[in-house]
């Protein structure tokens, strides 16, 4: 037939072939792969090979979208494997189970779904701690370890079922980590050994962008099985404060736990709290969430999360506030306050949280003490103990604004002289 004047030439079979575009090949600058602190040519050959072979399969099967054999049911295929590589359209996986509302309430709860509290901690969830250095984070992830141990509270929570804990952290040395569990020892006469495992510092830190690392820790996972697995710190794993950055760091996270929904152990991230600026009033219950570090999204990935705050500005102030600022699945419950141990906190009896929220942050928080209040309950020397409780009976106080007025900080700073054995003298 007669190719008409105004059809387009239909191109030779040589010429389709000569247009389409042949497997690209990464750029010299792709190759620049920074893993766990060094340059490792090994990974990236793998890599590029991965690569190329995803793109090569990627044109066999263009298709993105296939009919299962559940009806009405689609799912994305081809689907890749944690490192990327696409597998076989016929083996995809099914990506979405839709349910009935019948069926939703005919799901039976597992026997150690719940672990803590009311709902607070669950297998398959995510759970942070967070807090400002050196108040305590890390110490209140092994205290959850202990209660998974033993059965005992986790900071007041009922531990529902006993459960093993991997902690993956990089921040605590081997001194740290012996001080720490020496001072715990057997609680409850339990074996440590049998429920708890922990990371000393990682040569390369927590590189879970690296599938390597990924793999790793999953088959530990997949050997350990434990209820509960601990990040520690959060810092240290995601790579940058933006929404992106967090959300593929908490994907990194979630691609190392198991498929089997009944065998996933909860997520605690350990996180920082932003810093606040001068002037700033204490926030409490669910105003603190926002002041986690870093973008909302880790935040709102959560199930439930955690503030711990020092009593107060003095370090040698062991009393910290735990508060839950979220709680998705359940009430959040009241603060409460505890005495900083290794592993084993002890609550504070007694302690005046009203003051402590209300009174924290500002000057306003020690407008009721004067300096001849201070000087008055230093006369002669005491310990800093016995001048809060001084200070408490004689202006009427609570123990956390006294804390305050007598910190090094604070605004009788000029006037306290610590001398040896931290006794404490006014000084004019």
Not at 62 to 79: C, I, R, V
Not at 271 to 285: D, F, I, M, N, P
Request: hydrophobic residues 35%.
């Amino acid at each position: 037939m007669k190719q008409r004047d105004n059809e387009p030439r239909k191109p030779t079979e040589a010429e389709a072939g000569a247009r389409t575009p042949a497997p690209r090949t990464p750029s010299p600058s792709s190759k620049k792969i920074h893993l766990a602190g060094r340059w490792d040519e090994a990974w990236l050959k793998e890599h590029e090979a991965a690569l190329q072979q995803a793109q090569v399969q990627a044109q066999a099967h263009p298709d993105t979208l296939t009919k299962n054999a559940s009806p009405g049911s689609l799912s994305a295929s081809p689907a890749s494997d944690p490192d990327g590589r696409v597998a076989d359209p016929a083996t995809a996986p099914d990506f979405l189970r839709l349910l009935t509302p019948g069926e939703c309430c005919q799901w039976t709860v597992p026997a150690d779904y719940l672990l803590c509290g009311d709902n607070h901690l669950t297998r398959g969830g995510i759970t942070i701690i967070a807090g400002v250095p050196g108040c305590g984070k890390s110490r209140a992830l092994v205290s959850l370890a202990i209660a998974g141990a033993t059965g005992a509270d986790w900071m007041g929570l009922p531990t529902r079922a006993r459960f093993r804990t991997l902690i993956i952290q990089a921040e605590n040395g081997p001194a740290r980590l012996k001080a720490e569990f020496s001072d715990i020892g057997q609680p409850g006469g339990v074996d440590l050994d049998d429920y708890v495992r922990i990371t000393p510092p990682p040569r390369y830190g927590l590189p879970l962008h690296d599938a390597h690392f990924r793999r790793e820790l999953r088959a530990h996972i997949e050997a350990f099985q434990p209820g509960a697995v601990g990040f520690d710190p959060w810092n240290r794993i995601v790579l940058d404060d933006k929404q992106k950055d967090v959300r593929a760091a908490i994907d990194w996270i979630l691609e190392c736990l198991p498929e089997d929904p009944a065998a996933r152990p909860a997520v605690v991230i350990v996180a920082h709290l932003r810093k606040r600026g001068t002037g700033e009033g204490r926030r409490r219950g669910r105003d603190l969430l926002p002041e986690i570090s870093g973008s909302g999204m880790i935040g709102s990935a959560a199930r439930s999360a955690f503030i711990l705050e020092p009593a107060s500005p003095d370090p040698e102030d062991d009393r910290v506030v735990w508060t839950c600022a979220k709680n998705n699945d359940g009430q959040e419950g009241p603060s409460t306050a505890w005495h900083r141990r290794n592993g084993l906190f002890a609550p504070v009896e007694g302690f005046d949280l009203v003051g402590f929220f209300e009174g924290g942050g500002g000057e306003g928080s020690r407008a009721l003490i004067e300096a001849e209040d201070v000087r008055e309950v230093l006369e002669g020397g005491v310990t800093r103990k016995v001048a809060v409780e001084r200070l408490c009976e004689v202006v009427g106080c609570g123990s956390t604004v006294a804390y305050e007025a007598l910190a090094a900080t604070g605004k009788f700073a000029e006037h306290i002289e610590i001398a040896p054995g931290r006794v404490l003298y006014w000084r004019p």
